[in-house]
């Protein structure tokens, strides 16, 4: 069972699947594939008339997939340690850097309470650990309605947008 | 002092709101003990070895009469009627009880105070000069720019979850550091350059603790519309590249040593080609309307009152040496800068009660327009008193017991909360502090030895700054026992030098004896008004340690 909000909203029926082996032979459509399958086979992989996403871990060099970026509908940064705060900077320079436009899926270790800034880091999608840990996140996910900084969210930071 | 705004009351409200929420979920037991960790300390709650701890940012040190007066309020209400001042300009109280931590911020943000990043692996109160915008030596006002970074870096979503802490300082004076930003993660000097426009000298990779480290120049001048894209930069570099497999290397000094500072200042740019000139490039008006926050107050056009003050001096002796060691001189004429001594023999240096904070925002709106700094060194400082009231603010601080001529000297220990109440504590630090006190606690004998910072910490954590007081004292533990370790030669100012260990370490009760002979062989060996720091720089370690470590005959 799977609690994921996608865009705002709970989604029961999502289709992608972690495939955490790096064995690439006979992969099923609609698979998170790690960074080192890309690594290895995205050529074909982009080929493929199967939809195929990725997943990157702390440790993952990201950078790997750019080449693949146009194929890959969604990316999900997995979190090993809640605490580590690398995927944020990975998912703003994904939108920020490489304008990757697809989805970035939080999943893993993540708290509720991060899902606010990781929405400003790009991230669209949470899969929370629990029931209760989705429907937390669903009302804290937009406690803060102003904030200083530009993020991927939003263009300009508060000193070009107030007005005195 | 900067006001909020419409915005600005709104995120700190929100804030308190959502750390209300957070605090419930957890004393339902639906939030796991080590995942509320990081929460409330982002919101500067630690568990402390007694109770929590709850540290309030004093944003850059600037606090006004009416806040100082609801930290009185706060500390009554809900401690147990004091407070302590760090040494990074912000307010400690250590017994709150945890539920009641959401009602102190709600209390807090009716000020314009909060609790926000002062403590976690996030960006920290930014902190600078205590003498911001009162002394001549100034290329401008730091406090603006304090201020600019403070907001920028406020609940700032990237950089929640660095490896490790990260600690800002800015410094304006051009002939003194008395903001020690070569000592932090980040140290921004304020430049002019050739054609007068004025930006930032950037240092990267200062730091205290375990491993202290002088900061090195990334960028000899940064324009000061750049300045959030540049430390938006360096911020990402870091949070990208910084250890975190072991917490001890996971500051930015380590990063930086690691890869050069050649190398780590090429990362740095890559990364600021990519948002330079971008959304957060400071506008004009935005930089206009902070520093709009922080003009000079309506000061009257009187002249210096030397003369005046002179015959005071002379009948008060006492007067005399409070002028002498606690009272700057202004840049405005007929107004100079007085600093408060919280380091009395007997209290926690820092310490102060409900009582003497009340009196104290009661000066402040008396003789200085209602604003108060609070100096790394942990004392109040007034900062724009007239010098006609100089004899009459005296008398009051007297009354108060808050007049110790001390300032500078010996007396005048930076000291961390140490083992009495920090769960990190290897030794206690504060009773140390307290035996040096008594042991020095003659005046003339102390004016005598001239500025002699010693700072002490009970940790290598090292919140004392012990690396940088001309005397540090480090408590270590050995086999469970509580030892000292001495150093000497540190030097938070310009010339930014880390302190040599003596020699083996000591016992809690040697070491005021320890003091006297290092003491003693300073005043012997020095040349005529020659400082303490410049006699150590110039004998060496050698006949300090000669001296201290003799057998005894
Ligand atoms: S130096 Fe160590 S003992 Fe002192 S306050 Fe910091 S962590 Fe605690």
Request: proline share 4%.
């Amino acid at each position: 069972m799977q609690h994921l909000i996608k865009d705002g909203q709970i989604i029961k029926d999502d289709p992608w699947q972690l495939f955490e082996s790096t064995d690439a032979q006979g992969l099923p459509g609609n698979a998170l594939l790690p960074v080192r399958i890309w690594t290895d086979f995205g050529h074909e992989l982009a080929e493929s008339s199967l939809p195929f996403g990725a997943y990157v871990c702390e440790d993952d060099d990201y950078t790997e997939l750019l080449p693949f970026l146009a194929n890959l509908q969604i990316i999900a940064f997995k979190f090993g340690k809640f605490a580590d705060g690398r995927l944020f900077t990975f998912a703003r320079l994904l939108r920020m850097q490489y304008k990757y436009e697809g989805e970035i899926r939080a999943i893993g270790d993540f708290l509720p309470d991060q899902v606010n800034f990781l929405q400003r880091c790009g991230f669209t999608a949470f899969c929370c650990r629990t029931e209760n840990e989705m429907q937390t996140a669903l009302s804290v996910k937009d406690h803060f309605t102003e904030q200083y900084q530009s993020d991927t969210r939003l263009a300009e930071p508060l000193f070009r947008r107030r007005t005195v | 002092m900067y006001v909020y705004d419409s915005y600005d009351q709104q995120i700190v409200d929100q804030r308190v709101a959502q750390f209300r929420e957070q605090t419930d979920r957890f004393l339902k037991g639906e939030l796991a003990a080590e995942e509320f960790l990081p929460l409330r300390l982002q919101n500067g709650l630690y568990i402390q070895r007694h109770a929590p701890m709850l540290r309030i940012a004093v944003p850059y040190g600037l606090i006004s009469s009416t806040q100082l007066r609801r930290i009185a309020y706060i500390s009554r209400k809900y401690d147990k009627g004091y407070a302590h001042f760090t040494t990074r300009q912000n307010i400690q109280l250590n017994w709150p009880a945890l539920e009641d931590v959401p009602d102190i911020l709600a209390d807090l943000a009716e000020v314009q105070m909060h609790a926000i990043q002062t403590s976690g692996n996030c960006i920290r109160n930014t902190t600078t000069d205590q003498f911001a915008g009162v002394i001549a030596d100034e290329i401008e006002d730091p406090r603006p720019w304090c201020e600019i970074i403070r907001q920028w870096s406020t609940l700032h979503p990237e950089f929640a979850f660095l490896p490790r802490k990260f600690k800002i300082a800015v410094n304006a004076a051009t002939s003194t550091d008395r903001a020690a930003i070569r000592f932090h993660d980040i140290g921004l000097q304020l430049v002019k350059n050739e054609t007068g426009d004025v930006g930032f000298q950037v240092f990267v990779g200062g730091g205290l603790g375990r491993t202290p480290i002088v900061g090195q120049e990334i960028n000899a001048f940064l324009p000061q519309q750049h300045l959030l894209s540049y430390l938006e930069a360096i911020l990402r570099v870091y949070n990208l590249k910084g250890r975190r497999d072991n917490k001890y290397k996971a500051r930015i000094k380590i990063l930086v040593k690691a890869l050069g500072v050649e190398a780590f200042s090429t990362l740095v740019d890559e990364q600021w080609q990519l948002i330079k000139d971008g959304a957060e490039t400071l506008t004009a008006s935005e930089i206009e309307r902070v520093k709009s926050h922080f003009v000079d107050p309506a000061y009257d056009q009187i002249q210096d009152q030397t003369e005046a003050l002179a015959q005071l001096r002379f009948n008060h002796p006492a007067f005399d040496k409070w002028i002498q060691r606690n009272v700057e001189s202004h840049k405005k004429t007929g107004y100079a800068a007085v600093t408060v001594s919280l380091k009395k023999p007997g209290y926690a240096p820092g310490d102060a009660t409900a009582e003497q904070i009340d009196t104290l925002a009661n000066l402040a709106d008396s003789y200085s327009f209602g604003e108060l700094r609070v100096s790394h060194q942990q004392n109040i400082i007034l900062a724009d008193v007239k010098q006609s009231d100089l004899f009459t603010l005296w008398n009051a601080l007297n009354a108060l017991g808050l007049a110790d001529a001390t300032v500078g000297t010996l007396n005048d220990v930076i000291c961390c909360p140490g083992g009495d109440y920090c769960a990190l504590a290897n030794a206690k630090s504060i009773p140390i502090a307290e035996a040096i006190q008594v042991k020095f606690d003659d005046l003339d004998y102390l004016y005598d030895l001239g500025d002699i910072d010693l700072n002490i910490s009970g940790c290598m954590n090292a919140c004392g700054h012990h690396h940088i007081g001309n005397i540090g004292i480090l408590g270590v533990d050995k086999k469970g026992e509580e030892f000292y370790q001495i150093s000497l030669g540190g030097d938070s100012g310009i010339e930014g030098q880390v302190g040599k260990i003596l020699g083996p370490s000591f016992k809690a009760e040697q070491v005021p004896d320890v003091l006297q002979k290092v003491i003693d062989t300073y005043v012997e060996k020095r040349q005529e008004n020659e400082l303490f720091i410049d006699a150590v720089h110039r004998l060496g370690l050698e006949p300090f340690k000669e001296r201290v470590y003799a057998t005894s005959h």
